[in-house]
C-alpha cells in the first residue's frame, strides 16, 4: 500500500533525568525510547503518559533534566522547531479548514504551498484513504476520518518523532484496526520513533515491539514486548494488565 523510499535516518529519544511538577505532583523520568521503532507508553490514569509526550513535544517545559533526541538537546526548543509531530485523542484538527489544508499545515503553518507541497498532501491523503474528500470540513467527516487527517498532516510534517495520545481510544473496533494497520504501514515506511500511548494491552502487542510502563509518575517497567506479554512479564504490569497481559497472541485473533 506504502511505496517503498530509500532509508532514513531514525532518531533516538532520550528524558534524561527529566523532572516536571504540577503544584504538589512531580514526575520524573529517565527513559529512551529504542530509535526506528514504536513504544507503547502504558499505565494507569494520572501515571503521567500524556505529561511524558507533552515533555518531548515540548508543551511541558522540565524542571531539571533534558530531552534529547539523536543526542542534541531540544529542552529549550519550542513545539514547532522540534522534530517531532503529535496526534491527540480529538480535536487534532482547525474546524474551518478543510482536509487539504488541515493536512497542509504539516508543511507550512502560513499554508504557504508549493508545487511540491500539494503533491505531497495529495499523496499523503491517498495513502490515509481520504482521496476525494479534500474539500470536506472536520465536521464533514466521521472520528476515523478525522483521525487519519490527523495522521496524514504527521505523514507531510515528516519529522522523526511521532507521539500518538490515545488516538483511537474513541473509534470502535473495526475502525481501531485499520488505524492500527496504517500506523504499521507508516512506521514501517518511515521508520519514526514512534510512543503510543494506549490502555489496550491487545492494541500495545499489535503494534509495539517495546514498552514503557508508568507509574506514580515515574517509569516502573521498560523493556521489550515480548518480555512483558510474556507470563514473566514485570509484576507492576502483570498486575495493571491482568489476563489481557499474558494471553497468547493467536487467541487475540477476530
Ligand atoms: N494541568 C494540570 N494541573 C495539575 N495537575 C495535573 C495537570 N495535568 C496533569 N496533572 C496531574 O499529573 C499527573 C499525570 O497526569 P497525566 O495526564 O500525564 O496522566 P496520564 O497517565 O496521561 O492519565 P490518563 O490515562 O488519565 O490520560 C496526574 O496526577 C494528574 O492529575
Redesign the pocket.
Known amino acids: 500500500m506504502i511505496a517503498d523510499k530509500p532509508a532514513r535516518q531514525v532518531a533516538s529519544l532520550t528524558l534524561d533525568k527529566t523532572t516536571f511538577s504540577?503544584?504538589e505532583?512531580t514526575?520524573a523520568f529517565d527513559v529512551e525510547f529504542p530509535a526506528g521503532k514504536i513504544s507503547a507508553v502504558m499505565?494507569?490514569?494520572?501515571?503521567?503518559?500524556?505529561?511524558?509526550?507533552?515533555l518531548v513535544a515540548g508543551f511541558e517545559i522540565p524542571s531539571s533534566g533534558r530531552i534529547l533526541i539523536n543526542g542534541k538537546d531540544f529542552t529549550a526548543t519550542s513545539p514547532a522547531e522540534r522534530p517531532v509531530s503529535m496526534v491527540f485523542q480529538e480535536n487534532n484538527l482547525f474546524a474551518h479548514l478543510d482536509v487539504f489544508r488541515n493536512v497542509g499545515l504539516g508543511i507550512s503553518p502560513s499554508l504557504t504551498l508549493d508545487s511540491g507541497g500539494h503533491a505531497a498532501i495529495a499523496d499523503a491523503l491517498a495513502r490515509t484513504g481520504l482521496a476525494g474528500k479534500e474539500k470536506r470540513l472536520p465536521r464533514e467527516l466521521s472520528g476515523g476520518e478525522r483521525q487519519r487527517v490527523a495522521l496524514a498532516r504527521a505523514l507531510v510534517r515528516d519529522r522523526p518523532v511521532l507521539l500518538l495520545?490515545?488516538p483511537f481510544a474513541s473509534l470502535g473496533p473495526a475502525l481501531r484496526e485499520d488505524m492500527l494497520e496504517l500506523v504499521a504501514a507508516m512506521q514501517i515506511e518511515r521508520k519514526m520513533t514512534t510512543l503510543f500511548?494506549t490502555?489496550q494491552p491487545e492494541d500495545a502487542r499489535r503494534l509495539a515491539s517495546h514498552v514503557v510502563f508508568?507509574e506514580n509518575?515515574t517509569v516502573a517497567a521498560a523493556g521489550e514486548a515480548a518480555d512483558f506479554f510474556s507470563a514473566d512479564g514485570p509484576e507492576a504490569f502483570r498486575r495493571y494488565a491482568g489476563s489481557a497481559g499474558s494471553t497468547p497472541l493467536a487467541s487475540n485473533a477476530h
Open positions: 504540577y503544584g505532583t514526575l499505565g494507569p490514569s494520572g501515571s503521567g503518559k500524556s505529561t511524558l509526550l507533552n495520545d490515545e500511548v490502555h508508568l509518575g
